[in-house]
Nanobody
Framework: QVQLVESGGGLVQTGGSLRLSCTASGRTISGYGMGWFRQAPGKERVFVAAHSDGIITYYSDVVKGRFTISRDNAENSIYLQMNLLKPEDTAVYFC?????????????????WGQGTQVTVST
């Protein structure tokens, strides 16, 4: 079993930055593909970014160029650096892990989920 805990969310103004962290416990994330998803109020949860257990990364079109996903297996953590934030980025952000090494954009392919952290971008 893997437990995931997100942190780093908060309130930020349009154009600002936040860095989300997700720390795993229970086992190492080495060998796992990792991802970030988000759920805006009244909407379904959607893909944001994913990182293979290597160097492959994927991003949704709406965050590409503004967000950067990274991972540190030694720290058992992944991160999401979010720059140039917009009000439409307001959502609960979830970290997820899958028991395959590849990156993946499909949330049904993930096996473990964190509880989420709230990000609110004000105008």
């Amino acid at each position: 079993q893997v437990q995931l805990v997100e942190s780093g969310g908060g309130l930020v103004q349009t154009g600002g930055s936040l860095r989300l962290s997700c720390t795993a416990s229970g086992r190492t994330i080495s060998g796992y593909g990792m991802g970030w998803f988000r759920q805006a109020p009244g909407k379904e949860r959607v893909f944001v970014a994913a990182h293979s257990d290597g160097i492959i990364t994927y991003y949704s079109d709406v965050v590409k160029g503004r967000f950067t996903i990274s991972r540190d297996n030694a720290e058992n953590s992944i991160y999401l650096q979010m720059n140039l934030l917009k009000p439409e980025d307001t959502a609960v952000y979830f970290c997820a892990a899958r028991t395959w090494t590849s990156a993946d954009q499909t949330q049904d392919d993930y096996d473990y989920w964190g509880q989420g952290t709230q990000v609110t971008v004000s105008t």
